[in-house]
């Protein structure tokens, strides 16, 4: 149950512009390196928005969380996670991106914050088969989360399957492979969500046998499935059959009063007996009110979403003449 308070935003984020890259700084001295959100590339290094920083806000927030902890950031991008929780006092933090490009600006972000190469290590593979050499105390990840019909080829910063969940059910089948049995994970997904609760949660509730686990949803209001759809059918005018062929097997498989929501996962420690599986609606508290994803306009929600899965003509263009 909610307390009514709301977390104060410790990370006070600014943010420039330059060319194709941008810079984001932080209250702390923290200072992280992306790319534009538009740029003509399908493995663009995504800006950071909400997500990132309603994790981050709790980081700095409950220090104690992070504090000499091994952490691990899968699907890493840009490394802005494991770059806050490194300033905030962890041990070491391990980056995996299947992205080759990635690695780069985990490098760069390194050597802009004067971090220690020994503080951090940069891995280029895939979740499915990354095998650690030791498990993590603490797991923040933002994986590719983004709902795409099939047919669809998207990019490889937001292309999470025709239900926006492939790569968390992967993160999930191995969890216990990369978490300590005293370890946490703090997962930001998008979901469909059926009858109020989103579709990941039978898959939580059967890892509840061992662990406490609490959904917090991070929008207000949610967005409706078919508001989604309008979305793809204006940013990809030529894919109307595979839209609509995406769009009747969601309803075959879960009925038509699906919308959408986001959530962040927390997932704690192994205890004796059974855990718990719940959603809270807590977000200010734990994550601090400015961070909640703006719901109230359903069509540009809509839209901002797909849109990370649209990649500009001047690329569809340039490959066209290759």
Request: charged fraction near 25%; charge should be negative; include cysteine.
């Amino acid at each position: 149950m909610s307390t009514g308070k709301t977390l104060p935003d410790l990370i006070e984020a600014t943010s420039e512009t330059v060319g194709e890259e941008v810079f984001y700084r932080y209250a702390n001295g923290l200072t992280i390196k992306t790319e534009i959100f538009f740029k003509s590339d399908p493995q663009r290094i995504l800006p950071l928005g909400g997500p990132q920083g309603s994790l981050m806000n709790h980081i700095l927030n409950f220090p104690d969380g992070v504090r000499g902890k091994r952490v691990f950031e899968p699907f890493a991008g840009s490394g802005g996670l494991g770059f806050m929780a490194l300033k905030a006092g962890a041990q070491r933090v391990d980056f995996l991106d299947i992205n080759p490009r990635a690695a780069e600006f985990h490098l760069d972000n390194g050597t802009l914050n004067n971090f220690q190469a020994d503080q951090f290590t940069s891995i280029t593979g895939d979740i499915a088969r990354f095998a650690p050499e030791r498990k993590y105390d603490l797991i923040l990840a933002n994986p590719p989360f983004v709902p795409i019909p099939d047919g669809l080829e998207g990019t490889i910063t937001s292309n999470g399957g025709s239900e926006g969940s492939r790569f968390v059910e992967i993160l999930l089948d191995r969890l216990e492979q990369f978490l300590e049995p005293t370890g946490r994970a703090l997962v930001y997904v998008f979901q469909f969500v059926k009858e109020g609760e989103p579709l990941i949660l039978e898959r939580l509730s059967a890892m509840a046998k061992s662990r406490s686990i609490e959904l917090t949803p991070t929008q207000k209001h949610l967005l409706p499935f078919e508001s989604y759809c309008t979305a793809y059918g204006q940013l990809f005018p030529n894919a109307t059959v595979e839209i609509a062929q995406w769009r009747s097997e969601l309803f075959e498989r879960h009925g038509s009063g699906l919308t959408l929501c986001h959530y962040i996962i927390d997932i704690g420690p192994q205890s004796d007996g059974p855990g718990e599986c719940a959603i809270r609606e807590n977000f200010a508290e734990k994550f601090g009110e400015k961070f909640l994803v703006p719901s109230e306009n359903e069509a540009e929600l809509g839209f901002a979403r797909a849109c990370e899965n649209f990649i500009p003509p001047t690329l569809a263009t340039e490959g066209a003449e290759d």
